[in-house]
């Protein structure tokens, strides 16, 4: 037990046998903190991001998150309810027709009635200015479109804490910019895995390289 | 039967001021209306109540304001097709011989069987267009699921919806790869197994899709059930519509049985 919001201890994950792509790895979120996460292509960030809402299972070690060890299926649905995850591919994320169905499925999933649901999704669209793009269809949206309504679909289960899968990858300077900006203003603790160095320092107060298969402070 | 799914909404009739009737109704009483009409006009085997139908059927296509082009387009192919069955029916059914063409005799009975598959046939094609040709992919697959067809193929239908264009572009990157690099398609080993790993790759990487759509979904909490967000409500209208068909179809089976 310890009071930091995620802590893995000796987390060892692959997979693929005898080729872990991480390996005792070490890592912590505490609060009020907002973590870059960096490395290679290939070096774990994205599969750090699924341990820590159960989506992958470590070989060895402990998911610590939230105060509680994290082992079976169940745990993590509660994990899944307060760690809001943004996928690296909007398209993975909208599966809804439109935007406000979209980003009412996670209330209704949490039990909410429909009225209520749609209600929140309208609430937080509004809250992230995006209210245009309420009765838009999901496939039909620009990229930085998608990245945002993806976002929607995750702020909406009001999550204590984001990890955010490349979220400004690909996309042009303007949508970049309001992205960058709307996460600037976001009160969540964070864990953000990115390339660009730039927008890691504007948006988080610490970063951590993953390099063969461990962190180490970057 | 799908116009268009990139917008909800009326489609596939002119614009005007007010929708047609028939978009207002409910898309369950809809497809129940298509249902049973279509299974009253295919079983039918008297003439007048058939004529009736077709006139019931242009009728209708006139008051929902179907766009000319589209439908134009659909009846000549059905037609074009029928007339290839028309003749084999026309030739192979026994009966009284009208004419003779070589070996083949055409009777009497014949035309008459392949008047009827033919009257059949657009009559069904205009009730089906009349009805259904407005709707949504996506009204219809919860349409469906509001009928008790079963989630698992109802869903399968509205992520076909959703995925369909996220996996033609990944067929579309796939094949300008291979066409940047000199490949043009010909009839030999090469172009075949090309082929092969486009298709195959094609698949791994929708399997893979999925996969992550589903991580996804558990990532919101998702735990195998989807809730509908559209309550379903039915109107006096549904109602009215509703009876309107039956009583349509009951005067076409009038006399078939009592």
New interface residues.
């Given amino acids: 037990m310890s009071d930091a919001l995620i802590n893995l201890r000796d987390v060892t994950f692959g997979y693929a046998q005898d080729w872990p792509v991480l390996r005792d790895l070490h890592f912590r979120l505490d609060a009020g903190e907002r973590v870059g996460l960096i490395g290679a292509n290939g070096s774990g960030k994205s599969t750090l991001l699924?341990l820590i809402?159960g989506?992958l299972r470590p070989e060895k070690g402990a998911v610590e998150v939230l105060g509680m060890v994290r082992r079976r299926e169940e745990d993590f649905?509660e994990v899944?309810?307060r760690v809001?995850?943004l996928?690296q591919?909007a398209?993975?994320?909208l599966?809804?027709?439109?935007v406000?169905?979209d980003v009412?499925?996670?209330p209704?999933?949490?039990g909410k009635s429909?009225r209520e649901?749609?209600a929140k999704a309208h609430e937080t669209l509004e809250q992230l200015d995006l209210t245009s793009l309420e009765?838009r269809?999901?496939?039909?949206l620009s990229g930085g479109e998608k990245r945002l309504a993806a976002l929607a679909?995750?702020l909406v289960?009001q999550p204590r804490i984001l990890l955010l899968d490349e979220p400004i990858a690909g996309l042009d300077p303007n949508a970049e910019a309001r992205v960058t900006e709307l996460l600037a203003e976001l009160p969540q603790e964070m864990v953000v895995v990115s390339h660009d160095a730039a927008f890691l320092s504007r948006l988080t107060s610490r970063r951590v390289r993953l390099a063969n298969g461990r962190a180490e402070a970057a | 039967m799908f116009p268009n799914t990139?917008?909800?909404g009326p489609s596939g009739a002119r614009k005007a001021s007010a929708p047609p009737v028939v978009h207002c109704i409910d898309v369950r009483v809809r497809i129940l209306a298509a249902l049973a009409l279509s299974v009253v006009v295919a079983t039918e085997t008297r003439p007048i109540p058939l004529a009736g139908a077709l006139l019931a059927a242009i009728a209708a296509t006139i008051a929902a304001r179907v766009s000319l082009e589209p439908l134009t387009h659909r009846l000549v192919s059905l037609n074009l097709f029928l007339l290839l069955l028309d003749a084999c029916v026309a030739v192979s059914t026994p009966g009284a011989v009208l004419l003779s063409l070589g070996p083949a005799h055409v009777t009497r009975e014949g035309i008459v069987y392949a008047g009827m598959i033919t009257l059949k046939a657009n009559t069904i094609v205009l009730f089906l267009t009349t009805l259904l040709g407005s709707i949504e992919a996506?009204d219809f697959g919860y349409a469906l699921e509001r009928l008790l067809v079963p989630q698992k193929l109802t869903r399968l239908l509205?992520?076909t919806?959703?995925?369909l264009?996220?996996l033609h572009r990944e067929y579309g990157r796939l094949s300008q790869a291979v066409a940047v690099r000199g490949f043009r398609p010909r009839l030999d080993r090469h172009s075949l197994r090309t082929f092969g790993y486009l298709a195959g790759m094609l698949l791994v990487r929708a399997l893979d899709?999925s996969e992550?759509?589903h991580?996804?979904?558990?990532?919101?909490?998702?735990?195998g059930r989807f809730?509908?967000?559209?309550?379903a409500t039915l109107h006096a209208r549904d109602g009215a519509f509703a009876a309107g068909a039956i009583l349509l179809a009951a005067l076409l089976v009038r006399g078939r049985w009592w």
């Fill in positions: 699924h809402v989506l649905h899944r309810r809001g995850l996928f591919d398209d993975d994320q599966f809804c027709p439109t406000a169905e009412a499925f996670g209704l999933n949490l429909p649901a749609r009765d269809v999901t496939y039909k679909g995750v289960m | 990139q917008v909800r996506v509205l992520f919806v959703r995925y264009d996220v899709r992550r759509v991580a996804a979904m558990k990532c919101r909490g998702f735990t809730h509908p967000l559209e309550p």
